[in-house]
């Protein structure tokens, strides 16, 4: 379907001529790419060209592109044109491409994005008064549609890697994520002077945490840490594993994987690294994949930490009952509903709610809350920093991510501090802060201790 106008506008005005292919006059195009030229020269070669291509007075291409390319492909002396006599205007030139590519299926969402938002742009250089409205009008499309074109034409301005984005949905997706963080950087920014914000800023540093521990530990041996919470890189590939994802959350390309062949040193230097911040009397909660407990567990066991031979589980579920699960091989596996950890400790730490069970059920962060791929609910956090230490503990975190640990610790009076490789992360966190209503009840009594 096309546009009923600009058909009765154009049909008085056309004829059917055949013309030498150099006479062609190639301008600005806004498809980039043609798909299956070769075969469709072979095609025009053996059947003649079924649909001619379009030109105005001055035998500009206005519509036919693809097939043009066929032509000079297939070394043919002479193409079939449609010319529009009176059609040699920019405007002209674009809406006859958009029409005609408008409906074609091998046209990207962001080549259909850009055309229309140049046809939008032209009109208005020659009417103040131009509005979308009526570019939806003379594109005969709906008011909404051309106003999300619209959008993405802007968007793609201003960030041309969305162009990688293979569907339309995706690229909004990547939109909100992108807003997500503009906004929380925009209320840090605003509300820099929030003691939360002053206080949490000095907690989670962009940095490395195997550095950062060792320095910490050069510093001050004598820590007062007693929890440590360790979330590391899984070494699955989660990038690929969670491709799906990549567009859904923008974010995910960001997260910090760590290889298989690397992983077993990684595993010896954090417990290491953990072992000599761990305080006198400390619990260390590690989060693993299940292929590599029993590495952790040796390896934990080999810096000095005792650790549970049963590890604590997180079932996805509320009061016992499991949730959805997931996998993303269901014809060969069961979707899976829990994620385990190990408890370990260093010293003689004693547990705050004694003889609770190991299983904390708590339903996963909705995708649409989160701003981290891994990220925790925050509800689970607490519970687990009740589980094990009492008010007014230091909480260190190597590996914070979203933080969300550190936004757990605030809530149960507690200081948390750690590091993050990625910086665009920390303001997520700050900003989150703020929507857990802090303010001047962060203690900062600990500031110093964790500094050192």
């Known amino acids: 379907?096309?546009?009923?106008?600009?058909?009765?506008?154009?049909?008085?005005?056309?004829?059917?001529?055949?013309?030498?292919?150099?006479?062609?006059?190639?301008?600005?195009?806004?498809?980039?790419?043609?798909?299956?030229?070769?075969?469709?020269?072979?095609?025009?070669?053996?059947?003649?060209?079924?649909?001619?291509?379009?030109?105005?007075?001055?035998?500009?291409?206005?519509?036919?592109?693809?097939?043009?390319?066929?032509h000079v492909m297939g070394q043919l002396s002479h193409i079939d044109c449609i010319m529009l006599e009176d059609s040699s205007s920019e405007v002209d030139l674009r809406e006859v491409e958009l029409v005609e590519n408008l409906y074609r299926q091998d046209m990207t969402w962001h080549e259909r994005a850009e055309l229309t938002d140049y046809i939008d742009q032209l009109k208005k250089a020659n009417d103040p008064n131009w509005s979308g409205r009526k570019t939806a009008e003379l594109l005969g499309k709906g008011k909404s549609a051309v106003a999300k074109d619209l959008k993405l034409a802007e968007a793609l301005k201003n960030v041309p890697e969305l162009k990688n984005c293979k569907t339309e949905a995706d690229a909004n997706k990547v939109l909100v994520n992108i807003s997500k963080k503009i906004d929380a950087q925009q209320a840090v920014d605003k509300h820099k002077e929030n003691p939360a914000i002053l206080a949490a800023v000095t907690h989670y540093t962009i940095g490395d945490a195997f550095l950062g521990m060792e320095e910490m530990y050069d510093a001050n041996p004598n820590s007062m840490v007693s929890l440590i919470e360790i979330d590391p890189p899984y070494a699955i590939d989660l990038q690929n594993i969670k491709k799906a994802d990549l567009t859904k959350d923008g974010s995910i390309t960001n997260y910090n994987e760590v290889k298989t062949n690397d992983y077993e040193?990684?595993?010896?230097?954090?417990?290491?690294?953990?072992?000599?911040?761990?305080?006198?009397?400390?619990?260390?909660?590690?989060?693993?994949?299940?292929?590599?407990?029993?590495?952790?567990?040796?390896?934990?066991?080999?810096?000095?930490?005792?650790?549970?031979?049963?590890?604590?589980?997180?079932?996805?579920?509320?009061?016992?009952?499991?949730?959805?699960?997931?996998?993303?091989?269901?014809?060969?596996?069961?979707?899976?509903?829990?994620?385990?950890?190990?408890?370990?400790?260093?010293?003689?730490?004693?547990?705050?709610?004694?003889?609770?069970?190991?299983?904390?059920?708590?339903?996963?962060?909705?995708?649409?809350?989160?701003?981290?791929?891994?990220?925790?609910?925050?509800?689970?956090?607490?519970?687990?920093?009740?589980?094990?230490?009492?008010?007014?503990?230091?909480?260190?975190?190597?590996?914070?991510?979203?933080?969300?640990?550190?936004?757990?610790?605030?809530q149960n009076h507690c200081t948390g501090f750690g590091w993050e490789l990625n910086e665009n992360n920390k303001p997520l966190f700050l900003a989150s802060l703020l929507e857990d209503g802090f303010g001047a009840d962060i203690l900062e009594e600990n500031t110093d201790e964790v500094s050192t």
């Open 265 to 410: 040193d990684f595993i010896t230097r954090t417990c290491t690294d953990v072992f000599n911040c761990a305080g006198e009397d400390c619990w260390v909660i590690f989060w693993h994949a299940f292929q590599w407990q029993q590495l952790i567990r040796d390896s934990l066991e080999d810096v000095g930490f005792i650790v549970d031979p049963v590890p604590g589980i997180w079932l996805k579920g509320e009061d016992g009952k499991e949730g959805s699960g997931q996998t993303n091989q269901p014809k060969t596996y069961l979707a899976r509903c829990y994620e385990p950890f190990l408890i370990a400790r260093k010293g003689k730490p004693e547990v705050q709610k004694q003889g609770r069970s190991n299983v904390f059920s708590f339903k996963p962060t909705p995708a649409a809350q989160k701003y981290h791929p891994t990220q925790r609910p925050l509800a689970l956090m607490n519970e687990i920093i009740k589980t094990f230490v009492h008010p007014n503990s230091i909480i260190m975190v190597p590996f914070l991510g979203s933080g969300i640990t550190l936004r757990a610790a605030y």
């Open 1 to 70: 379907m096309c546009n009923t106008k600009m058909r009765k506008e154009t049909m008085s005005n056309r004829k059917l001529i055949s013309i030498p292919i150099v006479d062609i006059i190639i301008g600005k195009r806004f498809r980039k790419k043609y798909e299956g030229i070769e075969e469709l020269s072979t095609s025009i070669k053996e059947t003649g060209l079924i649909q001619p291509v379009t030109i105005n007075s001055k035998k500009e291409l206005m519509a036919g592109g693809r097939r043009y390319m066929a």
